[in-house]
């Protein structure tokens, strides 16, 4: 069984760019979920959806971040503009539903440099 | 606010002997903890769970201990391996109370285990 895929692997930009990551969940995981990893610090939940719909979003900087799961599938996450605080691992996870019993599988993640 | 608290952010075990690694939270309506482990450059993975109706939870090598009058979690890991070399993440949910999945994630443990 595939895993969780992300791209890109790393990515370096200048603060006040635009940066889109991308997951692809596991085949029949309805819930997908994005974490952002500051150095030192546990996984944060940024956004979680259910099929194609948004469960939470309570801790994503919607003036800048951004994510969409069109067709209940694939999901990107962008980040515009950049600040150097976003500098961090991005985390894509999906379960099968939405019951905490159920695993959730992470991705190998996107480590993100804003200079 | 930190909710879920890993006080030791490294451990230090020789091959063969017991690795205990803690966990404290301070939100008593957490009642699903989960314990994830980390190797670089991959994600976190699923490793041992417990509900709050148990005070113990064992598989194989690794067992969670859970105290709820000390707001307080440990894994044992019996007998310590070097593949066991890891970060290793405490997580934390409502899932009962709240019928949610949102996991808060303490700072991790990096734990090391020479021969």
């Known amino acids: 069984e595939a895993g969780v895929a992300q791209s890109p692997r790393y990515k370096i930009i200048e603060k006040r760019q635009s940066v889109a990551f991308w997951c692809n969940p596991i085949?029949?995981?309805?819930?997908l979920y994005w974490y952002q990893q500051i150095l030192g610090q546990g996984p944060k939940l940024l956004i979680q959806?259910?099929?194609?719909?948004?469960?939470?979003d309570s801790q994503l900087p919607k003036d800048r971040f951004s994510a969409e799961r069109l067709k209940g599938v694939d999901s990107t996450l962008k980040i515009q503009p950049a600040k150097l605080e976003d500098s961090a691992v991005y985390l894509c996870?999906?379960?099968?539903?939405?019951?905490?019993?159920?695993?959730?599988?992470f991705g190998p993640g996107t480590r993100l440099t804003v200079t | 606010d930190q909710q879920v608290k890993q006080n030791s952010p490294s451990l230090s075990v020789q091959e063969g002997r017991i690795s205990i690694l803690n966990c404290d939270y301070t939100?008593?309506?957490?009642?699903?903890f989960l314990w994830y482990k980390k190797y670089p450059a991959e994600g976190p993975t699923f490793l041992i769970s417990?509900?709050?109706?148990?005070d113990k939870n064992e598989d194989g090598r690794f067992t969670v201990f859970l105290n709820k009058s000390a707001k307080h979690l440990s894994l044992h890991i019996v007998p310590s391996q070097p593949g066991d070399s890891a970060v290793y993440f405490c997580?934390?949910?409502?899932?009962?109370?709240?019928?949610?999945?949102?996991?808060?994630f303490g700072t991790g443990t990096r734990l090391q285990v020479f021969p």
């Open positions: 939100n008593s309506m957490f009642d699903y």
């Open positions: 996870a999906s379960s099968l539903s939405r019951t905490v019993s159920y695993e959730q599988y």
């Open positions: 997580a934390a949910s409502r899932s009962i109370s709240y019928n949610t999945d949102k996991l808060i």
């Open positions: 417990i509900s709050s109706i148990k």
């Open positions: 959806f259910q099929n194609n719909g948004v469960v939470d």
């Open positions: 085949s029949g995981h309805a819930t």
